[in-house]
């Protein structure tokens, strides 16, 4: 069995206990263990998603086998009132810090910091250009001279 983070936005909030008993029940089936779980309650999206504004956040820290996290996917591809899902495998991420509140890990400051490149020093051309007077006949000349 592998650790895993599951993120899931729940659409319907009228029915949201009747579809957290639903997923965890996938995720427990077959000696399944949720370790930790945490509602982020509601919140609002960063841009709309099914022409919805807002949805209910749900976290769990998971032990389960691949199959039941192959069930969720196709669950949550039938359900219209998941909105999203985000699985993490927890085993295969070097950096990963717990997102729950419930953890006591300190995140080291450098972690998260932006790693910059130098910069890209454009290089003009010093030639000066041509310059085309506005007066059409010494245009003309200067053509007809070359």
Known sequence: MKKYEILIIYNN??????LKSKVEKIITHDKGVITE?????????AYPIHKKDKGFYKLYIVECKYENIAELRRVQKINKDIV??????????????????LSSIKVPEDLFARKRRPRFI??????PKPQINENKEENKEIKNVK
């Open 13 to 18: 909030i009228k029915e949201i206990d009747e």
């Open 37 to 45: 779980s945490e509602d982020y309650g509601l919140r609002d999206f």
């Open 84 to 101: 999203r899902l985000f699985i993490i495998n927890i085993e295969n991420e070097p950096n990963y810090v717990k997102n729950t509140k």
């Open 122 to 127: 454009k290089k003009y051309n010093n030639n």
